[in-house]
């Protein structure tokens, strides 16, 4: 009984931590449809494209690429055969679910309502609308969940997990900007997006799978 208390009591904390960053997206969201940081963007943007050297551009370009969603749905294709080679069918579950989700929301539902366009010109070929961003919000979400499973069978190491995700995403990130493909709100937006989604993948964890209750 205390055990089930303890994690009733816990998933009370994620819905009201999901609440909370619903409304940060909201109040976000607001602010950039009012124009308000269009100035903050156009900066940042053109003090990132003062330092602009070939070197680096290639540097973005590959790393740009790492966040396709081609990539992507590689290592998710990767990550489920392991993961059922493994048999560990319900965090496969999990993993389908979510990235597919996460992929509905962003490109069929949030981009064509906010319609957001790109900046111009890009140093690359991209379409498609920019708010929130695809590439931030679901190699977020993708590599966060990985992280979360490889900490709870190595503890010692999830830190470093987190961390090597983390930064692997804001290269992707500095990428998306350095080549003019996302203005920093997108990124931002992609953030708060990625983090809902992970949240939504350790709750449906825990619902499914009670080893993951108390992590």
Sequence with gaps: MKLKKYSLSKFYKTFII???TITIFISLTKIVISGRLNTTDLTLVEWIHFYQHPILTRIAKIFYFLGESEVAALVVILGLGFLCWKFYWKEAQVLAISTMGI???????LKPWFGRIRPIPGL???????????????NLMLYLY??????FYFPK??????????????????SSIYLNIHWYTDLLAGIVVAFMGFLFCITLLKFINN?????
Aim: charged share 15%; proline share 2%.
């Design 157 to 174: 190491w999830k830190t470093f997990f987190y961390t090597i995700s983390i930064l692997f995403v804001t290269t992707i990130g500095w």
């Design 18 to 20: 999901f609440l909370i």
């Design 124 to 138: 690359i070929d991209v379409h498609g609308k920019s708010y929130p961003s695809g590439h931030i919000s679901g």
């Design 146 to 151: 990985f992280s979360y499973l490889m900490g």
């Design 211 to 215: 080893k993951y209750l108390d992590f």
């Design 103 to 109: 992929l509905l929301v962003i490109d069929k539902i």
